[in-house]
């Protein structure tokens, strides 16, 4: 066949409707395993419109529901700093009479109603969904034929992942699943010596052999055995759920011993959703080693909690946040982020060319907790008013209008900065646009009842073009405004048509 031939058949697949019965196996593999070959992929237009996503931390780690959802391994660490040795000694008599593996029978799902999931979520107005298929404890939330420790075959018995896939597709979201077991490898074993060797002389189940493939670690298996179980697992979800988006916690992503298998994978993602039919993406994350999993080129970068994220980022990027303040996972008694403090961070996040991927807690049962249903809702009532300010936007010349140093959060002991909102004031404008509507959304109401915006003067030298008409989403109320050299001042209505922050939609003449 010739290369002319072969380039034709290849512009086919990719045209919706004509000779879709055309197999990529008749044609040339578009992306190749390597990282030159990868990063051309682009991010979907999709992905950077949806703006809005969430996940669940959901497993094992939700039984004790104490410290945190490290507690499967802190379980082993008399050292941890969350109390969770401790806890577990007391409640289950420690890690030689109850290992982490123990939580499995416990873990019934016996409350897990995805249609509920998905009804919830769809109301919050995000556009993508799923949940962490596995966490560092090495527990699938799908049913494997390739990993026994799953809840197809142990605990539940249910294909969670598959039925909330359905759930989801059902209500019309993107599917998302997050693999968080990369890390897994030598993840359980204690880090003081002195009681890692009391632990083996001890018989604790992290050495016993016949747990080696769920407690992975250098004395009973080989991180080369590892990577073979890693990429078995990965395989296996993305051809089964066929998903739209990809997202990998920390690890050794660029390592000798893991980077032919990433970039094999990677590369059979991308052409699989040639086959498929649709557009996919891979998440980049910075850990907290400030290096991308992945070159920085490749995917949509992703960042923890806006942790260590600049003031501009060049390309579109997500941040992932918790729900709750202390854990990803739930726990007794957790406290969560106000309403407030998400939505000022997502209309931050989308002004300046990103997004927001918002995780879940649920319970060991299976249920969302009322606390967490009644942000999601207060989520969705927002964008139910506002949605046209952030779907399908992008950034305007300024993306921010107020101090950025209130912003920044106290940095951690190892100097990460992360962001915050609980300071903002109308003072703080953000913008997104959308063909010829410029969007400005106070983060506060005004308590003289009126916005002046700073960037919108006759003379910033912002090249701004004659404003037609001003109004507010959610606001029959006619605006009255004034604009001069230092600025659009707005007369705001007598009612707030929202509780939290505020959009003035500008239309531009011409």
Sequence with gaps: MSKKIKKLLLILVFVPGIYTTISCQNTEKQYQPTWESLIQHEVPGWLQDAKFGIYAHWGLYSIPAFGREYYGRDLYNKDNQNNIYQHHLEIYGGPEKFGNKDFIPLFKAEK????????????????????????????????????KWNVGKMGPKRDIYGE?????RNQDLKIIATFHHLRSFNWYLPRNKKHLEEARQNGWDLFDPQYADFYWNEYTSTFYEFMKAWRAKVFEVTEKYQPDI????????????????????????????????????????????????????????????????????????????????????????????????????????????????????????????????????????????????IYGTRPWKIQAEGSFEKLKGDSDSRGHLKWRYENCTS????????????????????????????????????????????????????????RNETGLTIELPDLKPCEHAFVFKIEMKN
């Excluded at 998905?118 to 596995?134: L, M, Q």
């Excluded at 909330?164 to 989801?168: A, E, G, M």
């Design 112 to 147: 897990f109603n995805p249609d509920e999931w998905a009804d919830i979520i769809k109301k919050s107005g995000a556009k993508y969904a799923g949940i962490a298929v596995v966490h560092h404890d090495g527990f699938g939330l799908w049913d494997s034929d390739v990993n």
């Design 164 to 168: 909330l896939v359905k759930s989801f």
């Design 246 to 389: 990809l997202w990998f916690d920390g690890g050794k992503f660029r390592e000798n011993s893991s980077e032919n298998d990433v970039t094999s994978f990677l590369s059979y993602y991308y052409n699989k959703s040639l086959e498929w039919g649709k557009d996919v993406e891979v998440l980049n994350k910075l850990p907290t080693s400030r290096k991308f999993n992945f070159p920085r080129e490749f995917g949509m970068l992703t960042f923890e909690g806006g942790r260590d994220r600049p003031e501009f980022v060049d390309r579109p990027w997500i941040d992932d946040e918790k729900i709750g303040i202390s854990s990803w996972g739930y726990i007794e008694g957790l406290e969560y982020r106000e309403v407030n403090h998400l939505i000022d961070g997502l209309v931050d996040r989308v002004s300046r060319n990103g997004g927001l991927l918002l995780s879940l807690s649920p319970k060991g049962n299976g249920e969302i907790p009322q606390e967490q249903k009644d942000i999601l809702l207060a989520i969705g009532k927002w964008l139910n008013v506002n949605g046209e300010a």
């Design 427 to 482: 003072e703080d404008i953000r913008f997104t646009t959308k063909s010829n509507i410029l969007y400005a959304i106070a983060l506060d109401w005004s308590k003289n009842n009126k916005i002046t915006i700073k960037s919108l003067g006759t003379n910033t030298g912002n090249n701004i073009p004659n404003i037609n008409f001003i109004s507010m989403l959610g606001s029959q109320t006619t605006l009255t405004w004034t």
